[in-house]
């Protein structure tokens, strides 16, 4: 079963804090019974989101990914992406 992303994340941040270390996406396959293929593809987004960071052989939470925790949303996971080209000048 695949998490939500926000329950992967929380995942991430304790595990991270937790072990002192960066994880993997062969971490969270394991903890969550889910494909190495559906881990990377999760992690991948996440990255995407600037809510994990690729460090040494593994990931790390962003500050942002902290922010987001600290808000207790549970699952209303939202991220906005807004880039400058793609506003309007008027």
Same mark, same amino acid.
């Given at each position: 079963?695949?998490?939500?992303?926000?329950?992967?994340?929380? @995942?991430? $941040? /304790? =595990?991270?804090?937790?072990?002192?270390?960066?994880?993997?996406?062969?971490? $969270?396959? =394991?903890?969550? /019974?889910?494909?190495?293929?559906?881990?990377?593809?999760? @992690?991948?987004?996440?990255?995407?989101?600037?809510?994990? =960071?690729?460090?040494?052989? /593994?990931?790390?939470?962003?500050? =942002?990914?902290?922010?987001?925790?600290?808000?207790?949303?549970?699952?209303?996971?939202?991220?906005?992406? $807004?880039?400058?080209?793609?506003?309007?000048?008027?």
């Amino acid at each position: 079963m695949t998490p939500s992303p926000y329950r992967l994340l929380e @995942f991430v $941040a /304790g =595990t991270y804090d937790d072990l002192e270390r960066p994880l993997t996406p062969a971490d $969270a396959a =394991t903890r969550f /019974g889910m494909t190495r293929e559906q881990a990377d593809e999760c @992690f991948d987004r996440l990255v995407e989101c600037e809510l994990l =960071t690729r460090v040494d052989d /593994g990931y790390r939470p962003t500050i =942002t990914a902290r922010e987001l925790l600290e808000l207790n949303i549970d699952d209303e996971f939202v991220v906005v992406d $807004a880039s400058l080209d793609e506003c309007d000048s008027d």
